[in-house]
């Protein structure tokens, strides 16, 4: 029986088996031993059974199709070492065509065509099948003519573990590159930095005592350039110095808390320096940092109150704003940037700060006169308009700093929407009034209006007052600018006096 799924022989083929040789000899075949059976022979194979040439065949590749002239499967066989494939059977009676991904089919018929053709050995070809969860496997295929009748095997080399050595390949060199480039960009920052900064600094290697790296500071003060500096030795850049003596110093002062800087001469520029060392390992390499600096700097003291108000400044919920006595605004803090939606400082510095007030130069006017008269003012209440044109409830705070050549005011600005949002509403003085005191313009005189009205906006910003201030009647009267007596007579007038009682 011919292995199953291939095609049988032409029924003119006489099939022959090791019995048809160990009789008479037969002319065309190979040589023989005592007992008859065949060895292999240049140009010649000795005949193989039907029946074990499926499983040789199956076990030689790693899959093997016959297809016929037109690409219908006609029999496939797996390897049986190789199970990763799974069942392939439903295969069977279907076109190649579709088993292979899009991309496959162009390739797989041009090669079907050039077999078809040409009597001259191809080369293997690349095909890409699609199995089941829409799993692709790349197969490499040699094509085999096996029969009179068309009929082409199929034999196909699994190239998954090359393909994904390929994988690790390019993730491994996309990782190199990676790597290289962020190599680079430090390499870029640490350039960069070396030489925006004022201080001197030297980078020496403690088991040679050689420069590694400097700056332009740095060569300044040692009296050369960057290049002549870089690669020799420290030691030799000052005075009476040699190389062990001065290692062994400044490995010691790096590892002591208080010790206090090295003085010395440098050889070419004659200049007296102090140098301060700092240890630490790079790749393994014990690394001195050494800074250099004359006698005459000054001393940078570390202030923790001048850190905290940056850090304030930097972080705090609550906009700051530095402006100067006119109110053009010189800083401000990203929580300002928040709340006036700006997208940068450079899009606020040198505007007017009463750009952003709803009442513009009329809010900006009282904050910064009442600060300049009493030296601060405090919970100023009113309105921010962002860079869209959206409004916000805030209250205000600003100081007047006037201990500097030119006087600044320095704002705080809190947002007050929640707050606002929780107060009890008061008897406010309504738009209705506004109303009235507008409409008596041009029917009276300015002196009458003012007459008329002066009992309902005094009795307005003592509301306001005494809102702002959650009752608080001392502060209410501090801003209104009135004794305690004088306030609570006008709330008594007005019907206020048990209001939050």
Partial sequence: MPAEGFPRRPSGHRERSVRDVEGAPDPLAGPMTSRGTKYWSTGSIPLIGPDVLGDIIAKAADISI???????????????????????????????????????????????????????????????????????????????????????????????????????????????????????????????????????????????????????????????????????????????????????????????????????????????????????????????????????????????LTEDLSALYQEGVEGIVFTDSDGVIKAANESFLNLVDAAHLSRVKGRSLGEFFSRGAVDLKVLIENARRVGQMRLYATKLTSEFGSQLSVEISSAWLNDRANPAVVFVIRDASRAEAIRKTGPNLNDDGMKSVMELVGSATLKEIVSETNDVVEKMCIETAVELTRNNRVAAAEMLGLSRQSLYVKLRKYGLLDRGD
């Avoid at 960009?185 to 020496?204: N, P, Q, Y």
């Fill in 66 to 304: 016959v297809v016929s002239e037109t690409g219908k499967i006609l029999s496939v066989l797996v390897n049986p070492d190789h199970p990763t494939f799974g069942r392939l059977d439903e295969w069977e009676g279907r076109d190649l065509r579709e088993v292979l991904t899009i991309e496959s089919v162009p390739k797989f018929e041009a090669q079907l065509d050039r077999f078809m053709e040409e009597t001259e050995k191809l080369r293997s070809i690349e095909l890409n099948h699609t199995g089941d969860a829409d799993l692709e496997f790349p197969i490499r295929y040699s094509f085999h003519g096996i029969g009179p009748d068309g009929a082409i095997l199929m034999l196909g080399r699994d190239l998954r573990p090359v393909a994904e050595m390929q994988r690790q390949l390019v993730k491994a060199q996309v990782a190199l590159e990676r790597d290289y480039e962020m190599q680079r960009e430090f390499d870029t920052r640490f350039r960069v930095l070396m030489e925006g900064v004022r201080e001197a600094f030297v980078f020496v290697a403690h088991g040679s005592g050689r420069i590694v790296e400097l700056n332009k500071a740095a060569a300044v003060l040692l009296g050369g350039t960057v290049e002549e500096l870089q690669g020799g030795s420290l030691a030799q850049e000052f005075d009476s110095r040699k190389k062990s003596e001065l290692m062994s110093t400044l490995a010691a002062d790096a590892v002591s808390e208080n010790s206090p800087a090295l003085e010395v001469v440098a050889r070419r520029s004659r200049r007296t320096l102090n140098v301060t060392a700092t240890a630490f390992r790079a790749a393994g390499e014990r690394m001195l940092l050494c800074r250099l600096a004359t006698p005459d700097d000054e001393q940078i003291v570390t202030d923790e």
